[in-house]
C-alpha cells in the first residue's frame, strides 16, 4: 500500500518520496527511463532486505540484480570495474538503464558506473538509508573513494528519477537513522527556521518515530526541497551550494582522525557544534545560535564533542587536506542565525585562520 506521496519537480528529473513508493519504482523508471534490460545495483544488507520487492515492481521488464559487498570500503574504482565487467558480460549495452537501490554508497557507486558506462547511461536512484534520501541521491555528485580520500573521482550525472519509500527505513540501524537526521537539522540550520524547529521537536524521539507516518515524509520532502533548490541555483558548487558544507569542515576533519570510525553524521554533527561556535567567535552569528544547534544535536543523541583521546590540533591539521582548503586557508560555510547563512559577497564560505578556527575546537 502506497500512503501519501510527494512529488518533487527538479530541472530534469522527479523526486517521488511515499511509504511503499518501492513498488511503484518498476513504473516510474519505466517511464522515465525506458531500457531494454535493468541492472539493480545494491549491497548486500539492502538487497538480501528488498531487492525482490524492487523486482517484482518491474514485471515484466528485464532486471539483472548486480549486489556489492556493503561499506564504504567497497566504493571502489575496484568494484567500479567489477560491475561494468559484470555488466558487458550479461549483455548490457547501450540501451540499458541502472537502478542505484541502496546507500549513499551504492548511489555514489551505482551513479559513477552509470555516468561512465558507454559514456554515460540513465540511472534511477532508490536511497534506502536517510542520508541518501536527504542528501545523496540528490545533486548529480557521483563518484568512489581512493586510497588519497575520499570521492576524490567522480562525476556529475543526474538521475532520471528518485524515488525515497521512507518505510525502507524500518529496517536501518538505528545509529545511522541519527546520523542521517544530522543533515536534517543542517538543512534548518542553512535554510529554513520552522524547520529546524520540527527537527528540533523530532529529534529526542528519533527511535520511536514512525518511518512510514507524516513526519518522516514531511522531513524527507522538506530536506529534498532545501537540497534541490540550492543545487539548483549552483550544481557545480561555485557559490551558495557550499552553504550545503556547514559542520562538513570539521565534519570531514574528525571522521578523518577517526579512521572512519565516527559516522558521516555523526562526525558533521560534531562540527556544526563547532563551527555555529566558530561563526559567534568571528561575529558572525547571533549569540544563541551555537547553543541552539548544540541542543538539537544532543537531543538526537548526536556527539556535540569529539572523542577527548582525539586532540583539537589534529583536527585542525586534518581540516588542510579536505578538499575544499584554498591557498592554505581553510574555509567554513557559517550561519548567521537559525535558518540563513553568511554570503560572504556571493561566495558562500569564508577562510580562517589556524589560531581562530582552534579557539572554535575548545
Ligand atoms: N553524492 C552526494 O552528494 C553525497 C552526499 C552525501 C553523502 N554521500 C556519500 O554517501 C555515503 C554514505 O551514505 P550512507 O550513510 O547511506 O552509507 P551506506 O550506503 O554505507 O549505508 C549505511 C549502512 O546502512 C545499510 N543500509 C542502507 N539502507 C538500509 C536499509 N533500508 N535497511 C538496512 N540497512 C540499510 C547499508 O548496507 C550500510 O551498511 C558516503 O560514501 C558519502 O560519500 C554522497
Ligand atoms: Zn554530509
Not at 524547520?195 to 530536506?223: C, H, I, P, Q
Request: negative net charge.
Amino acid at each position: 500500500v502506497v500512503g501519501p506521496v510527494r512529488e518533487i519537480e527538479l530541472a530534469t528529473y522527479r523526486v517521488t518520496v511515499s511509504a511503499g513508493a518501492l513498488d511503484r519504482a518498476g513504473e516510474i523508471a519505466q517511464n522515465v527511463a525506458p531500457a531494454h534490460r535493468y541492472a539493480v545495483i545494491t549491497d548486500s544488507n539492502v538487497g538480501a532486505l528488498h531487492a525482490a520487492r524492487l523486482r517484482a515492481s518491474f514485471g515484466d521488464a528485464r532486471t539483472f540484480l548486480f549486489t556489492i559487498p556493503a561499506g564504504e570500503a567497497h566504493k571502489t574504482r575496484d568494484t567500479w570495474s567489477t560491475l561494468t565487467d559484470e555488466l558487458l558480460h550479461t549483455g548490457f549495452g547501450r540501451d540499458s538503464t541502472i537502478i542505484a537501490l541502496g546507500g549513499g554508497v551504492v548511489g555514489d557507486l551505482a551513479g559513477f558506473v552509470a555516468a561512465t558506462f558507454m559514456r554515460g547511461v540513465p540511472y534511477v536512484q532508490i536511497p534506502t538509508s536517510l542520508l541518501a534520501m536527504i542528501d545523496a541521491s540528490v545533486g548529480g555528485k557521483t563518484g568512489v573513494d581512493t586510497a588519497k580520500g575520499k570521492n576524490l573521482v567522480g562525476a556529475f550525472h543526474q538521475p532520471a528519477a528518485v524515488i525515497a519509500d521512507t518505510s525502507l527505513l524500518g529496517t536501518l540501524p538505528a545509529e545511522h537513522l541519527r546520523a542521517g537526521f544530522a543533515e536534517a537539522i543542517k538543512h534548518g540550520v542553512i535554510a529554513d527556521s520552522a524547520y529546524f524547529e520540527k527537527t528540533a521537536r523530532l529529534a529526542a524521539n528519533l527511535d520511536s518515530l514512525d518511518v512510514s507516518g507524516g513526519e518522516m515524509l514531511d522531513v524527507v520532502a522538506r530536506s529534498i526541497e532545501i537540497k534541490a533548490t540550492v543545487v539548483g541555483q549552483d550544481e557545480r558548487e561555485g557559490g551558495i551550494r557550499k552553504t550545503l558544507n556547514f559542520g562538513h569542515t570539521f565534519g570531514h576533519a574528525i571522521e578523518l582522525c577517526s579512521n572512519y570510525e565516527i559516522l558521516h553524521g555523526e562526525a558533521v554533527a560534531t562540527g556544526m557544534v563547532y563551527e555555529a561556535g566558530l561563526a559567534e567567535l568571528l561575529g558572525l552569528a547571533e549569540p544563541g545560535t551555537a547553543d541552539r544547534v548544540r541542543d538539537v544535536i544532543s537531543a538526537a543523541r548526536l556527539p556535540t564533542a569529539r572523542p577527548s583521546s582525539m586532540p583539537g590540533d589534529q583536527v585542525l591539521r586534518a581540516t588542510h587536506t579536505d578538499k575544499k582548503a584554498r591557498g592554505g586557508r581553510v574555509e567554513y560555510a557559517l550561519p548567521i542565525r537559525i535558518g540563513a547563512m553568511h554570503d560572504a559577497d556571493g561566495r558562500w564560505s569564508v577562510p580562517v585562520a589556524d589560531d581562530v578556527a582552534s579557539q572554535a575546537l575548545r
